[in-house]
């Protein structure tokens, strides 16, 4: 028998339910189970959907920046906080040479299309591991609990591999993008078995 059980908490449910909804989930397609659609790229020619490779399913984004390069995916939010937030994503590295960076990244704005005042960026931190498929393990990245300023009116959530000096280079993957109010984000369910 199969029995189910949320990621950190001590007690379990013996029922089969291996579906998460999307709860507060603000980010449209951050899984990229298919595409890349809702997300726009400052450089196309760096951007593209790998459908093989994914954190914890296969469906990702594809980032490579070359030397001296700054390449990424974003998305505007509409959001006015009710209180803190929680925001994360996974990453995972292809390839890489000199200092480069992973950053995942939200701005947030005094209006709702993503091009008014910065009130404020923040950039996650690792937060643990997330196993993908075909076995792969990817880096976690996260802000828990995490402050708006009161007047945030969207929220620019951005993915980027960045490449800043000559000989730096970025080839990663992006998958499971969340951002929402505290509390609110989908819980992985782990499976084990009863024998």
Same mark, same amino acid.
């Given at each position: 028998?199969? +029995? ?5 908490? +001590? ?25 890349? *659609? ?6 196309? *020619? ?8 994914? +954190? ?11 030397? /001296?390069?700054?390449?990424?995916? *974003? ?32 701005? !947030?704005?005094?209006? /709702?299309?993503?091009?008014? *005042?910065?009130?404020? /960026? ?6 643990? %591991? !997330? ?20 007047? %945030?009116? #969207? ?5 980027? /591999? ?19 109010? #505290?509390? %609110?984000?989908?819980? !992985?369910?782990?499976?084990? %078995?009863? !024998?």
């Amino acid at each position: 028998m199969k +029995a189910w059980f949320l990621r950190g908490m +001590a007690s379990v449910a013996l029922m089969p339910m291996a579906m998460a909804h999307a709860g507060g989930d603000r980010v449209v397609n951050g899984a990229f189970v298919t595409d890349l *659609s809702g997300w726009s790229a400052n450089a196309p *020619s760096g951007v593209s959907f790998d459908a093989a490779d994914g +954190a914890p399913l296969a469906g990702s984004a594809h980032l490579v920046a070359p030397a /001296a390069t700054t390449v990424f995916l *974003s998305q505007c939010v509409a959001f006015t906080p009710a209180g803190p937030i929680d925001f994360f994503g996974s990453s995972l590295a292809l390839a890489a040479s000199g200092a480069p960076s992973a950053v995942l990244r939200y701005t !947030e704005y005094d209006n /709702a299309t993503c091009n008014g *005042s910065v009130l404020g /960026a923040f950039n996650a931190a690792v937060v643990g %591991t !997330e196993s993908g498929s075909g076995g792969t393990t990817w880096t976690r990245w996260g802000l828990q609990n995490a402050p708006l300023s009161a007047s %945030t009116r #969207s929220v620019l959530i951005g993915i980027y /591999a960045i490449a800043s000096q000559p000989g730096d280079a970025l080839d990663i993957l992006w998958d499971h993008i969340q951002f929402g109010p #505290s509390g %609110t984000l989908p819980v !992985e369910l782990e499976s084990f %078995t009863i !024998e």
